[in-house]
């Protein structure tokens, strides 16, 4: 049998312990990615943004004395093709920069567990801080609609006792957010009407037109981009005129060139991440980079993948320094982790179990007329509503 | 009432677009007993082909050729495909259709690659109509339109010309409908020229903000399955049948969405479809088999 | 009229050729075994995979080869087959979802009988209606599954982040032990959950094929044929049409229960599908069950066996061969791995009706394997056509 | 119509008389049997004549429970068919051949003619999926009489070929090998010799024959030629537009002129004709 | 004028199903094609009409001419658009069309000006097709079945008529009154070949005759020397028995390649 010896690669002559995708020479990382699927945009963004990390750390002389290396694989959001990918990869790599689908994710979160192969999740849903494998870069859905709704009741579009919309959809993703906008309402004795969809819906006619008839005061959306265009653009055909909060992948920049643009004056959106076409200097920095070499149109996961490869840098770095780049020796460093992603994704902080590393947000709206089309109307802030929040998991 | 107003107008523009489907779907049936699974994909092809020629023809221009261009596909799919697949039955025809339809959803949805979904309504979309307290989207206003008058056109066919009949008897019997003179291989290309066309046409509907929210991207090709149950609540074999069905496929999906739960309106669809079934084993205006010994 | 000499070669013929076929079989099943023992974790993955195809595939055959029903409801069963297991196996402490704490061969057998009961409660229709009609029908139960599955997340685990179904164990022999911790080795190979896995599903995928081959082959498959060739002759002749037809759809459901059970094995997670079109319950995968059986050839168990090789096994086995370097993905239109796999998916598909309609089944029979024993019902070789394409037996039934 | 006794087969099951007694079938506006009466006895060939469209067929289906009866009673010895399952009656001894074939055209002969069994038979997906000893017991049991009877046919050369790959003739004699394999104490053929030369014909005449005296079973038998009808049947019914012309001995009917003028044809009609009268005026 | 020049015929690469048939149909005749189970007469008609390929059959060599054109390498719409005309074995009516669209059927390749008389022929010469113009097809009794095919056909108002085995399951009335109504049809000016197991009705109507065996053309005549032909006397015409019994003697010694059939005893449970 071929099978016999197993792998226990100790990692050679170096003071530096290792077991799995460490060589004297080489950290390999895998990225387990949807490039051809419902979410190959997303996909493709993260998985170059991480390669544009993956480059600058290179080219800056690596980790550790090593070089960073990717090891990427398309599931095409299959959990039936995902799983064998996985199981061809996860002896090879150390860990994983980019996890992304839900579905996978629940399928797979068992197995990094237990073989404590950390990996950042390509969705931001609290609901997956429980296991210690979970590497969640940024604040979460659920922060994201209290950051939200508090921003909304500031502005006085909100008012205690109002009633609220809220357009998810039935997802990991949906139902966190929908967790903050419950959370929220208790907070605030809102009435909330909660309106559930599923991924594949477009078409938002129905939504509207049930959430106009309730009277709601304002839409909070957890949806994908095209969700959120037709709701906005059926709230305006009816003549519905309410302000919408949503959250960071409700929006994609490319929504301004629909028909759906004119549609978006009412539309605020809160991201943990910056969006790929912010106006601020990491973000440009990454957006400089990034058209320099891709020619896909860009969105929110380039700057999502590049932040998690900073965040990747500065665990691998105090791993280097603890002198152990095991898995074990990865988690351990995690829970140390404090970064800095510059405005990429603001201060990050891994050290509370089953808490989000980021309770921080912007509130930023569409508009066609700047470069990148976005206006930032707040700049990153913690309200109260979500400090004060209990995370599913949070001890 | 308003809100009640509001979903007949959702549902009615919604079933006009579902009946355009269903039509082109059971056509195809009838003529060639295929169920035709790449239905949505000769509608992505055709939108495909709208999506490339619109920047540099006009919309016109490109949406004539977009629905010519499904026509013609599907009419290669059956020469070149079905038509030599001679000892295939009918279960293995529609398995063939699913090969068709893997490698066009694939193909498409990698040419179109991240680039922003195009939209194809460009004369109506997102351009309503306000009357009173109720907005009708203008591609629903159009969508019923067109569908009203194909709808005429071919009821007038199937009644005035031997199309009907040639169409039905080369599905029954291909040797003896071909001793009867009728051209079989004329009689399915045409079958399927109209199904990929109509498929096209309703491309045209379902790839706009009104209709879907989105452009033409694989969802597209998600949203035309609802050709099925329309197709079967009218009776696979009945034009007006499948007519009939895309409205009320349409309605149901709006009402329940109002009144019941958005999340339940597809299932309510399907509900529908299995009391039809349960009291019209062959769907409201579908043919009863009957054999005898 | 043959002569005696004849009539006894033929029988020798027939006589060799069960040799010959019992040989292979045996070969094929010592391969089967020592697999585990050369091939990697992800190949593994990929071999029970198809495994748990061919049992669903198994199982709609029967159905819409032998008895003529054609099912697009089989990812409902499988999904019924999933949470029914989950479910009874669950641990009993848990606040978030229901379980009953039975131990998992219990609840494997249970959630295969709820499977069936479930698949027999929908006789009023599987009685009743033929077809295409059938089909999609049987569709209503696939949405049904989607809409039920989300409503009641205390029982199939929720859309966030599913409940993980209790692995299999028995004897205190359990399937979940890591390759590093295992204290069972054969030939110096741990056997890891991998390999155990490859055991326990190649077990119950030869069990559900002996099943129905014994089925097949005796009173329940001469009846489901005639169900499925003429009804009425099949009444005269003393069979119940609508409580066969009802009855094949419950067996035929079981099947895709334990299909289920084995998926819920295999993806570790019992978890509502997010879209009813794409998923492990969806639309898809009924479709993907059709196409098994018609690429394998209809009523053909080797067949089904064969289609999910093709169906289940290439679009999973593929990506695997195109992405086995450390390749960086490309961009938004790139040939990706993926796409490949759907392009050769879809073309062998095709390619496989065109050429081969009577399924693989028939491509085996074609290259000279042509053995008894296959199962009865088949379409024969001969110059068997589509049914319009009436042959002279046809012509004088009109 | 005056004694009903019933008889022994030899295998124990009584042959009893088939009495359909004002039988009315109708289809929508049509009425296809017209208040029809008759009686098969025992062991005796009864002829169904009349001509296309008549209600022959009909009459089978009536019998065999596959058409709903209007009116009337349809009894076997004291069995009311009429308030039967259709599939039941397999299991009281009615074997029926088909007037349009009606096999598995890709099933093998065996399997077709073991169908023929299935109500005398045991056991479902279980006990033949787990191999249960005791089908594999029927099974050998059962498929030795199978065999038998297609001997008797002269079919065993094609046992395990797919019968839709058999010639016209052939598939014919299957279907009644598939009805004798009910081992029915009533078998009735609905037009057994379409089709066949007059050579073949004269041999599915001895094959009746046979049957009936070998199993001594009563066998009530629809044919549009005459040499057979009139060579072998004990009695006839005609039939004309669902309504009951004649029923007594061949001679009798041959002679009505009733039923020369609704059937037969006589010979002048068949003057016109130009050429002699059919094969069947014998 | 209809002329097969020796035409072989092969189904599949295999099975060879005619071998150098030849055989003229003068305008106006009626030619009977007689033979047993399986001797090629059905495959012969298909030579003719085009429809070999729908069963995977082609000729191998030799022509089928219709009027001095050569009409095997066309198809077979071509063919009834010259109004030569097959009624398919086995009736092969639309079984789900109702009667009146069957007809409706028939006449699709004639001038629409001529369909309305075409079938009010029809329903004079099948009166019972009338009467169940509204009914399917496919629940007409199995005579009215053969009736709608033979009148499908007649609705293209053929110039050369196929017909195999027409009366299949004819009652001997209609049988009798189906030659009368050849006899009509070909009145009318229509040639007809009429492939029958009856040989005493083709023989009675026909001018020609021949015989087919297994694919060979082994005898052929006016139809009054065939009828007397001690060959055609036994096996197709099943001798001049003078009665039942004598008959079935007869027949059964013709036959004599039958075996004894063995006896079937009583099944003992
Ligand atoms: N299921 C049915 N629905 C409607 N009409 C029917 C049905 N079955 C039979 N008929 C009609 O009833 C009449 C009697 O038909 P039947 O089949 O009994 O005739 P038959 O005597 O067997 O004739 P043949 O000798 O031609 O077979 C026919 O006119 C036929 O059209
Ligand atoms: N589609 C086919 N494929 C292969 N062989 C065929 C096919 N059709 C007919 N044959 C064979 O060709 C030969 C001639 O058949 P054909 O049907 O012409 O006979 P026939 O004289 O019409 O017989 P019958 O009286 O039974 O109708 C037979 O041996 C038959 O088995
Ligand atoms: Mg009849
Ligand atoms: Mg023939």
């Known amino acids: 049998s071929t099978k016999g010896n197993q792998n226990t690669g100790q990692g050679g002559g170096s003071a530096v312990k290792t077991d799995f995708g460490v060589t004297n020479t080489d950290i390999t990382l895998g990225a387990l990615t949807d490039a051809s699927g419902p979410f190959k945009n997303l996909g493709l963004g993260i998985t170059h943004g991480s390669e544009l990390w993956a480059t600058d750390v290179n080219n800056a002389g690596g980790i550790c004395g090593r070089q960073i290396k990717l090891i990427e694989k398309d599931h095409g959001y299959a959990t039936d093709k995902a799983i064998p990918l996985y199981g061809q990869m996860h002896d090879d790599v150390l860990g994983m920069v980019q996890l992304l689908g839900s579905p996978i994710l629940a399928a797979l979160k068992k197995q990094i567990t237990d073989e404590k192969l950390v990996s950042v999740p390509a969705s931001w849903a609290s609901t997956n801080l429980d296991s210690p494998s979970v590497l969640m870069v940024g604040g979460t859905y659920d922060i994201e609609q209290l950051n939200g709704f508090s921003f909304m009741q500031q502005k006085g579009f909100v008012h205690d006792g109002d009633k609220i919309g809220h357009i998810y959809i039935d997802s990991e993703y949906g139902k966190n957010g929908l967790l903050g906008s419950q959370a929220y309402a208790k907070a605030h004795n809102l009435a909330l009407v909660p309106e559930k969809i599923t991924a594949t819906d477009t078409d938002m006619t129905a939504a509207i037109t049930g959430l106009k008839s309730e009277g709601v005061k304002a839409i909070a959306l957890t949806t994908t981009p095209a969700q959120t265009a037709s709701a906005l653009t059926q709230a305006k055909a009816q003549g519905f005129d309410v302000p919408f909060i949503g959250n960071n992948p409700t929006f994609d920049p490319v929504l301004l060139s629909t028909p759906a643009k004119d549609a978006f004056d009412k539309f605020y959106f809160v991201n943990g991440v910056v969006p790929f076409s912010a106006d601020l200097p990491a973000a440009k920095d990454v957006a400089a980079k990034y058209s320099a070499k891709f020619t896909d149109t860009p969105n929110i996961g380039v700057d999502f993948g590049y932040a998690s490869g900073l965040v990747w840098q500065s665990v691998l770095t105090t791993a280097c320094n603890d002198k152990d780049l095991t898995r074990q020796g990865i988690l351990n460093a995690v829970a140390k982790t404090k ?52 995370t599913p998991f949070q001890k | 009432m308003g809100a009640f107003l509001q979903v007949l107008i959702n549902g009615t523009g919604k079933g006009a677009v579902f009946a355009l489907l269903a039509l082109g779907f059971v056509i195809i049936y009838k003529a060639t007993q295929v169920v035709n699974f790449a239905h949505g994909s000769l509608a992505l092809f055709g939108g495909y082909v709208v999506a490339v020629l619109k920047p540099s023809v006009g919309w016109w221009v490109a949406a004539l050729s977009g629905i010519a261009a499904a026509a013609l596909l599907a009419v290669v799919v059956e020469r070149l495909l079905l038509a030599r697949a001679r000892f295939a039955s009918d279960a293995g025809l529609a398995i063939l259709t699913i090969g068709v339809d893997v490698v066009l959803l694939t193909e498409i949805a990698r040419r179109l690659g991240t680039e922003a979904a195009p939209f194809l309504g460009d004369p109506y979309d997102v351009r309503p109509i306000v009357l009173g307290g109720v907005t009708i989207g203008r591609t629903q206003a159009v969508a019923f339109g067109v569908a009203v008058a194909l709808i005429v056109v071919f009821f007038v066919a199937f009644r005035f010309s031997s199309w009907g009949i040639a169409m039905r008897a080369q599905s029954e019997n291909r040797e003896a409908a071909a001793l009867m003179g009728i051209r079989i291989a004329w009689v399915r290309a045409g079958a399927w020229a109209v199904g990929g066309a109509l498929a096209g046409i309703s491309v045209l509907f379902l790839a706009t903000q009104d209709f879907s929210g989105g452009g033409l991207s694989p969802a597209t090709h998600g949203v035309a399955l609802a050709a099925f149950p329309a197709a079967i609540i009218g009776g696979l074999t009945s034009p007006g049948g499948a007519v009939v069905g895309g409205f009320v496929v349409g309605l149901t999906e709006a009402f329940t969405a109002q009144y019941v739960s958005l999340d339940f309106s597809k299932v309510a669809v399907y509900l529908v479809m299995l009391v039809v079934l349960v009291f019209w084993p062959s769907g409201l205006f579908g043919k009863v088999v009957q054999s005898r010994v | 009229m043959s002569s005696r000499p004849a009539r006894a070669r033929a029988d020798r013929v027939w006589r060799i050729g069960k040799v010959v076929k019992i040989t292979a079989v045996a070969a094929l099943i010592a391969v089967l075994l020592l697999l585990p023992l050369y091939l990697p974790g992800d190949w593994l993955k990929v071999g029970t995979w198809i495994m748990t195809g061919a049992v669903g595939a198994i199982g709609l055959t029967i159905l819409t080869g032998q008895a003529g029903q054609l099912s ?176 094949v759809f419950a067996i035929s459901s079981a099947y895709a229960g334990l299909a289920g059970v084995m998926t819920a094995w295999w993806t570790g997670i019992t978890k509502p599908d997010e879209s009813e079109v794409v998923g492990t319950y969806s639309v898809t995968v009924s479709i993907a069950f059709l196409a098994m059986i018609v690429v394998g050839g209809m009523g053909s168990l080797p067949g089904a066996v064969l289609g999910a090789v093709v169906v289940f096994g290439l679009p999973v086995a593929l990506p695997l061969v195109t992405q ?75 | 119509m005056t004694q009903t006794t019933a008889q022994q087969t030899r295998s124990g099951r009584r042959v009893r008389p088939l009495r359909v007694d004002d039988l009315t079938v109708r289809f929508g506006g049509l009425v296809a049997l017209d208040h029809v009466s008759f009686t098969v006895e025992p062991g005796s060939i009864h002829a ?21 009866i209007a009116e009337g009673r349809i009894t076997l010895g004291e069995i009311d068919l009429t308030k039967t399952r259709a599939h039941r009656l397999a299991g009281l001894g009615i074997g029926r051949a088909f007037q349009s ?182 | 004028m209809l002329s097969v020049r020796q035409v072989s015929v092969r189904y599949g690469r295999s099975v060879q199903a005619l071998s150098e048939v030849s055989l003229d149909v ?72 109702t009667v009146e669209d069957n007809l409706r059927a028939g006449g699709l390749a004639s001038p629409a000006r001529t369909r309305t008389a075409a079938r009010d022929r029809v329903y004079e010469l099948f009166p019972v097709l009338a009467e169940r113009a509204r009914q399917v097809g496919g629940l007409l009794s199995g005579g009215e079945q053969q009736q709608l095919a033979i009148g499908r056909a007649l609705m293209a108002s053929p110039d050369t008529l196929l017909l195999d085995e027409p009366s299949l399951g004819l009652a001997p009335q209609l049988v009798s009154r189906l030659g009368s109504i050849v006899q009509q049809i070909n009145a009318a000016g229509t040639s007809v070949v009429l492939v029958e197991q009856n040989a005493t009705m083709a023989l009675g109507v026909a001018h020609w005759a021949v015989v087919l065996e297994v694919g060979h053309l082994t005898l052929e005549g006016s139809a009054e020397e065939l009828v007397e032909s001690d060959d055609i006397q036994q096996l197709y015409l099943g001798g001049h028995a003078e009665s039942e019994a004598a008959a079935v003697a007869a027949a059964t010694e013709a036959q004599d390649h039958r075996r004894r059939r063995p006896t079937l005893r009583a099944w003992s449970g």
Not at chain 3, 84 to 107: E, F, K, N, R
């Open chain 4, 48 to 68: 169904l004549i009349g001509p296309n469209g008549a209600g022959k067929s009909t009459c089978f289906n009536a019998i065999s429970g596959v058409y709903r």
């Open chain 3, 324 to 398: 086995g370097g450390s390749g960086t993905i490309g961009s938004g239109t790139a040939f990706t791995p993926i796409v490949i796999t759907n392009l050769t998916f879809g073309a062998l598909i095709i390619l496989i009706i065109l050429f081969e309609p009577r399924g693989l089944a028939g491509l085996g029979r074609r290259l000279g394997l042509r053995l008894p024993g296959r199962a009865p019902g088949e379409q024969p070789t001969g110059r068997a056509g589509r049914r319009r394409v009436t042959d002279r037996a046809a012509t004088r039934q009109a």
């Open chain 3, 72 to 247: 697009l409801a089989q990812a409902f069963f499988l999904l019924v087959g999933a949470v029914s297991y989950s479910v009874l196996t669950g641990p009993t402490t848990d606040p978030t979802y229901i379980g009953l704490g039975w131990p998992p061969l219990a609840g494997m057998i249970g959630a295969v009988l709820i499977s069936g009961l479930a698949g027999a409660a929908f006789a009023p229709v599987s009685g009743r209606l033929r077809g295409i009609y059938l089909g999609v029908a049987s569709l209503a139960l696939v949405f049904l599954g989607f809409w039920l599955g989300r409503a009641l997340p205390s029982i199939a685990g929720s859309t966030s982040s599913g409940r993980p179904p209790t692995p299999f164990s028995v004897f205190g022999l359990s399937v979940d032990v890591p390759r590093q911790l295992s204290e069972i080795t054969i030939a110096g190979v741990p056997l890891g959950r991998d390999e155990r896995s490859w055991y326990l599903f190649l077990f119950l995928t030869v069990v559900a094929y002996l099943l129905a081959q014994g089925a097949v082959r005796g009173r329940p498959g001469r009846a489901w044929r005639a169900v499925r060739d003429h009804e009425t002759a099949a009444t005269v002749l003393g069979v119940s049409v609508v409580r066969t037809k009802a009855s």
């Open chain 1, 339 to 390: 970064v800095d992603t510059r405005e990429l994704a603001g201060q990050l902080d891994f050290s509370q179990p089953g808490q989000p590393s980021s309770r921080m947000s912007y509130i930023a709206q569409a508009d066609a007329a700047v470069p990148g089309g976005i206006t930032y109307v707040k700049p990153l802030f913690e309200s109260p509503e979500a400090a004060a929040y209990k």
């Open chain 5, 26 to 97: 003068s305008d106006g005749s009626v030619v009977a094609v007689l033979g047993g189970n399986g001797a090629g007469k059905t495959t012969l008609l298909r030579a003719i009409s085009g429809t070999l390929p729908l069963h995977n059959g082609a000729i191998s060599h030799g022509q089928v001419l219709h009027n001095g054109v050569r009409i095997d390498r066309m198809d077979p719409a071509q063919i009834v658009r010259r109004r030569v005309l097959q009624v398919p074995e086995g009736r092969q009516i639309f079984t789900g069309m």
């Open chain 4, 101 to 282: 074939l009606s096999l598995s055209p890709t099933s093998t002969v065996f399997d077709n003619v073991m169908l023929g069994r299935h109500s005398l038979t045991a056991g479902g997906f279980l006990s033949y999926g787990l191999r249960a000893p005791w089908t594999s017991r029927s099974a050998r049991r059962h498929g030795e009489r199978v065999t038998e009877i297609c001997e008797f046919l002269g079919i065993t050369r094609y046992l395990r070929t797919p019968a839709g790959a058999l010639p016209y003739g052939d598939q014919k004699r299957v279907d009644i090998a598939r009805a004798l394999a009910v081992e029915p104490t009533l078998l009735m053929l609905d037009e057994p010799a379409a089709g066949m030369s007059a050579g073949e014909t004269a041999d599915m005449a001895r094959l009746i024959q046979d049957v009936r005296d070998e199993l001594g079973v009563s066998v009530l038998l629809v044919e549009h030629d005459m040499g057979l009808v009139m060579g072998i049947a004990d009695r006839v019914t005609v039939l004309d537009f669902g309504r009951l012309i004649a029923d007594d001995v061949p001679a009798a009917v041959q002679s009505s002129p009733a039923v020369i003028h609704a059937y037969l044809g006589n010979e002048d009609s068949a003057g016109d004709a130009g050429g002699e009268p059919g094969r069947e005026a014998g």
